[in-house]
């Protein structure tokens, strides 16, 4: 292998102030005042925030590049109003450019969005990802030749647990509607990324196939797997097995999502469950298929990280 890279990592350990700031923005906007300014943050804040976590399990594991993304859990899109999301993405997006900077070697940045149901919503509940409502994004992806990672936040309803509950609803929800529609006709560059393994679509991939076929629809394989890939944050071993014996290797991007939805060993393999690279290792395939799993795939689902990638000779 050349290069590991990491599609799905978030900055989840942060340093104080910039999380103490979130929490006086929202009382701001609750009590109908303007929030404090973002407090300073210097460098070695950060540098301790990453040096102690993400950086440190990486070279533990044996990865190489991370593609680094806010806290999902925080990003709370139901929070406030467009203002609101919008300042926060806004020093969420920041504070990931400026770990780039401190350390371009293994961390590339990728943004959230800022969005707000009272602004987001065309209709009173949450329309289709194939609603044409989206289509000026979809559009501004494809100019940019960039693709985007289908990941839920926290949940607002208390009885939908977020990590174990909602993200793993949400991509299977996300798969679904993607195989009614046919937002891939219109736009035929457009990639997504639904992450931890695609939630349940893989172990219930004949549902979708039969599916395809009673709503009149193309087979997987042209109607969605040209466009849609899973990553690996799948926390056990014949979960990876099942993901890699039903998807085709081509569809699948290496990812930990390291220091975030599950941080505890495993009492049954004594590693820490978000520890996916061990899984992969252990997988039955080629050494070609490993190596597109890991390095591949990524650069083509991402072509611009491949050329930078290129210019720095790798």
Not at 202 to 218: E, I, N, T, V
Not at 259 to 280: E, L, N, S
Request: hydrophobic share 35%; aromatic share 10%; net charge negative.
């Amino acid at each position: 292998m050349s290069l590991i890279i990491d599609c799905h990592g978030h900055y989840t350990v942060l340093p104080k102030g910039h999380d103490a700031w979130r929490e006086e923005q929202k009382a701001a906007f609750k009590e109908g005042r303007q929030p404090p300014p973002y407090p300073e943050i210097s460098d070695d804040e950060i540098r301790e925030t990453i040096e102690s976590n993400q950086l440190k399990l990486i070279k533990e594991r044996g990865a190489d590049l991370t593609i680094f993304s806010p806290r999902a859990s925080a990003m709370a899109h139901h929070v406030g109003d467009q203002a609101v999301s919008e300042e926060w993405a806004i020093r969420c997006n920041d504070l990931i450019y400026r770990v780039t900077q401190l350390y371009p070697e293994t961390f590339t940045g990728v943004c959230m969005l800022p969005q707000s149901p009272k602004t987001n919503s065309p209709t009173a509940s949450p329309c289709s990802m194939t609603d044409e409502y989206w289509f000026p994004i979809y559009e501004a992806m494809c100019e940019r030749d960039v693709p985007a990672m289908i990941h839920v936040s926290g949940s607002c309803n208390p009885a939908m647990h977020a990590t174990g509950g909602f993200y793993i609803a949400a991509d299977t929800v996300a798969f679904m509607q993607l195989l009614q529609g046919d937002l891939f006709g219109r736009f035929p560059n457009l990639r997504f990324i639904i992450p931890h393994g695609g939630g349940g679509v893989p172990f219930h991939w004949g549902r979708y196939r039969g599916l395809a076929d009673m709503l009149k629809q193309p087979s997987l394989d042209t109607h969605l797997m040209n466009n849609v890939f899973f990553d690996t944050c799948v926390y056990h071993q014949p979960g990876i097995d099942l993901l890699a014996e039903v998807i085709e290797t081509k569809n699948i991007l290496f990812g930990s999502e390291m220091v975030g939805a599950v941080r505890g060993i495993d009492p049954q393999t004594g590693h820490y469950f978000d520890d996916t690279k061990r899984y992969i290792d252990a997988l039955d395939i080629s050494d070609d298929k490993k190596h597109a799993i890991f390095e591949g795939n990524a650069r083509k689902v991402f072509p611009r990280l491949d050329s930078q990638l290129k210019e720095r000779g790798l």
